[in-house]
């Protein structure tokens, strides 16, 4: 059985924004078990929760946008990734802006960070999407 994963500690990064190049904070916390990963916009007057998911892409023109009502973070290519690689499930995002610092351009910071936290297995296994027909998605003609 392959477990679910999150963080075993939390950890912090602070950039700038790559189209905002306003400051940001990031708090990377461990989740519990099929949290998922979530987006938590800490700045806002009340705190909202943007969970990762095909649903709450709102944009892809120069960087990938998630967003919840009001509340949105762009720009999560690249933590995404590092996430993915290091094959992380749940882990909630503490952000204090609604862009992800560029840190060095690449995923290679978010690789760092996360593993200096160090990776921890779940008592749950790891939940996997099975295509069972072809999937085909297309706008216009």
Do not use: W, Y
Not at 14 to 21: A, E, K, N
Not at 66 to 78: N, P, Q, W
Not at 105 to 124: D, N, R, T
Request: with cysteine; glycine share 8%; net charge positive.
């Amino acid at each position: 059985m392959l477990q679910q994963r999150t963080l075993k500690t939390l950890t912090k990064a602070v950039g700038v924004g790559l189209h905002s190049g306003q400051r940001v904070e990031l708090t990377l916390r461990p989740a519990p078990v099929n949290t998922g990963i979530v987006f938590r916009r800490v700045d806002l007057p009340h705190p909202v929760d943007i969970p990762v998911n095909a649903a709450s892409v709102t944009d892809t023109r120069l960087a990938s946008t998630l967003s919840k009502g009001d509340a949105r973070v762009l720009t999560v290519e690249h933590l995404m990734s590092a996430c993915a690689g290091l094959g992380l499930d749940n882990l909630i995002i503490d952000i204090t802006a609604e862009e992800v610092p560029i840190l060095d351009g690449s995923s290679a910071s978010f690789v760092f960070l996360l593993q200096s936290a160090g990776i921890a297995l779940q008592k749950a296994p790891r939940r996997f999407i099975r295509l069972k027909r072809p999937v085909q998605v297309s706008q216009g003609e």
